[in-house]
């Protein structure tokens, strides 16, 4: 019975959480005392059935054993000093849905301090909101899981020197916090989809819990474009992982990419939620790359693809977000539309910015094979070599050095 | 007469389960399915998530437009998850073929269909 609830209870925390930590202003105490909670609950739901408000039966539960375990510990004067008054033991009653949202926000934008490093504000994400174990969260980055418990530790220590006010957020308040903890949960996504070094299965738990956030978000603020364009952006990239690889461990070209092993279902509901998020409005960095991953996923084939509609989302992307990695990503779009010694040209300015970035070289490496360069094109596969690559992506770049010396030899 | 299978629970309950307990979700529905499909006709629908939704609310006046919201804030309770309907001997086989799908994360209505369009036609 246990595993079937153990996902009710993953469903709930997040909510959970963030109400219990405003209620005893203390994330610790908050994790606690809903783990205590869920223990009860699998006693008492097994015996008599689920009730039908989980988050309600869950947060009284977690009330109870929260102020029980406050009056054990000497935690208990100092957090009792603070707010007397509310901590009186009664059933817990469920915040209402704007309170609810903006404890939610609060949490994750809690674990966006700015003094920690991004990947522990991820770390620590997953482990407070999501309840991933530590060992899960270490596999997903890759390091020994006493070297994440530490992490851990030291970033709940820098959190709870500096407190997050548990009044009402101004809009302008609410507004920063869903900027700060989109991004992150963008990240997330994106440590997940690069960190291709890791065994496969580890990987695609940050792309699926960064997903889970984003789903999160916009269960909370239905009315926001942006929320819903990260959700759909997301959707639309994780519904091309089946196809990143090939069998022989290789990363394959989105181009090149077997379309039918494509998730069909995450495209639609990723293409459902950019729809809504058009129907909002509200021209941002994620709708438009989810316009882009969009334009992608419905084209059958690379030379089917509209690239003038995503050459001039990329030029839209490139206004409100001038970074040379966006700008290289719209010269590689003008390269489908005005040939590779075009886009060889446009190139030359990144050359400074760039310099140390992979996909640069390699790119650089792929235009300068179709014009026929294969010395110059060999010296920048070397150079996506010499910036030490992914396993995936170093056989993919040697295979491309072997062809441009086929191609030299034969001349 | 048509019977409609309704399946609430929350969203995303699914997606947290393990592999192997998804699996026995989904053979249950395979197994309706294919039940189903010996009999004749039916027609069956998983949603999506409810965020994926839009609400088109009743015109707060006459000759007004509908008003299109995006979505009731997230209710923590049951959801319309997906339905099946089909033409059953009687509501006992009608329960018979439901239990192929309860589960614990699910909560099913067997509900008699007043009208049926389409595909599974009730006129």
Known sequence: ?411 | MIYAITIYGEAGVFEALPKDRQDQVMSGHRALQDALKKKGDFVSMRLMPPTSAVMVEPAASDGAPPLITDGPFADTKENFLGFYAADFVNLSEALDYAKLISSPIARLEVRPVAWAGGAISSE
């Open chain 1, 1 to 411: 019975m246990s595993d079937w609830l153990e996902a009710t209870f993953a469903q709930q925390r997040p909510r959970a959480i963030a109400a219990l930590a405003r209620m005893f202003r203390d994330i610790d105490l908050a994790e606690d005392a809903f783990a205590d909670a869920c223990l009860k609950a699998l006693t008492a739901w097994s015996e008599h059935g689920a009730p039908r408000d989980p988050l309600a039966w869950l947060l009284t539960a977690a009330r109870n054993t929260g102020l029980d375990r406050l009056r054990k510990s000497q935690r208990r004067a100092a957090i009792l000093s603070r707010h007397a008054e509310e901590l009186q033991p009664m059933p817990a009653e469920i915040p209402d849905p704007d309170e609810m949202r903006d404890d939610v926000l609060r949490l994750l934008f809690i674990c966006c301090h700015p003094e920690l490093d991004r990947r522990d504000q991820i770390a620590i994400a997953l482990r407070v909101v999501v309840g991933l174990s530590v060992g899960e969260i270490a596999s997903g980055f890759l390091v020994k899981p006493k070297t994440m418990e530490q992490r851990i530790t030291r970033a709940k220590k820098k959190i709870a020197k500096s407190p997050v006010a548990f009044e009402t957020p101004t809009p302008e308040e609410r507004g920063d916090r869903m900027g700060k903890v989109s991004l992150m949960i963008y990240l997330m996504f994106s440590e997940g989809w690069s960190t291709s070094a890791g065994p496969e299965q580890m990987k695609l738990t940050l792309c699926e819990e960064a997903i889970r956030l984003a789903r999160l978000l916009v269960a909370l603020f239905p009315a926001m474009g942006e929320q819903a364009a990260l959700l759909a952006l997301l959707l639309l990239q994780h519904a091309r992982r089946g196809a990143r690889m090939d069998a022989n461990g290789r990363l394959v070209a989105l181009d090149d990419q077997d379309r039918s092993l494509w998730n069909r279902t995450e495209i639609a509901e990723g293409t459902a939620h950019l729809q809504k998020a058009e129907r909002i409005g509200h021209r941002g960095v994620y709708i438009i790359q989810a316009a882009i991953a969009a334009a992608h996923v419905s084209a059958p084939s690379s030379t089917d693809t509209d690239w003038p509609l995503i050459e001039s989302h990329y030029a839209a992307l490139y206004a409100l977000q001038p970074t040379p990695v966006v700008r290289l990503n719209h010269i590689a779009a003008q390269a489908k539309l005005y040939g590779p010694r075009h886009a060889l040209k446009a190139l030359e300015d990144l050359t400074g910015d760039l310099s140390n970035y992979r996909w640069f070289h390699a790119m650089r490496g792929g235009l300068l094979q179709d014009v026929g360069e294969h010395k110059a094109a060999i010296q920048a596969f070397e150079a996506v070599i010499g910036l030490a690559p992914t396993t995936p992506e170093r056989i993919a770049v040697e295979e491309k050095i072997a062809i441009s010396k086929k191609e030299l030899r034969g001349l």
